[in-house]
């Protein structure tokens, strides 16, 4: 029986995906892609997965037509507002201080879509209130 808990691609010789192991060619499969059934239904606001695009570690257990590599950045000084959609009017999920981390999956109409942190909530901050950089 195949060990459906083990990472089903091998990115230079590691499960997870980074930038410092991402190679063209690097991707081996390590085991059989199948769809077998209903997909796992994501955590409300604490898994980076929409209908369109998930986050690369979660690729071989969430099924969408798109997965991402996370780009990290930093809130400004100032801090963000998470939002649970990329406008203005939308619910705040959470106020973040300057400087916490936050792994950017999408970016589109000036708002960026990802997670703060490696796992907490799951939403949107405008691009103006965060800026490139390692977590």
């Given amino acids: 029986m195949t060990d459906l808990s083990a990472p089903i691609f091998v990115f ?23 769809l077998t059934g209903p997909g796992v239904t994501a955590e409300a606001g604490h898994l980076p997965v929409r209908g369109d695009l998930a986050h690369i570690k979660l690729a071989g257990r969430y ?13 400004r000084p100032g801090g963000a507002t998470l ?13 973040l201080g300057a400087g916490a981390g936050f792994e ?11 997670q703060y ?11 103006t209130e965060l800026e ?4």
Wanted: glycine share 16%.
């Fill in 83 to 95: 939002r649970k959609a990329g406008r203005d009017d939308a619910d705040v999920i959470e106020l």
């Fill in 132 to 135: 490139a950089g390692a977590l």
């Fill in 104 to 114: 950017v999956l999408d970016i589109a109409g000036g708002w960026a879509w990802g």
């Fill in 63 to 75: 099924f969408v037509p798109h997965y991402a590599v996370p780009m990290p950045h930093l809130v």
């Fill in 12 to 34: 230079g010789g590691h499960p997870d995906l980074t930038v410092a192991n991402a190679h063209p060619g690097d991707m081996i499969p390590q085991g059989p892609l199948a």
């Fill in 117 to 127: 942190g490696e796992s907490g909530p799951v939403g949107y901050i405008p691009l």
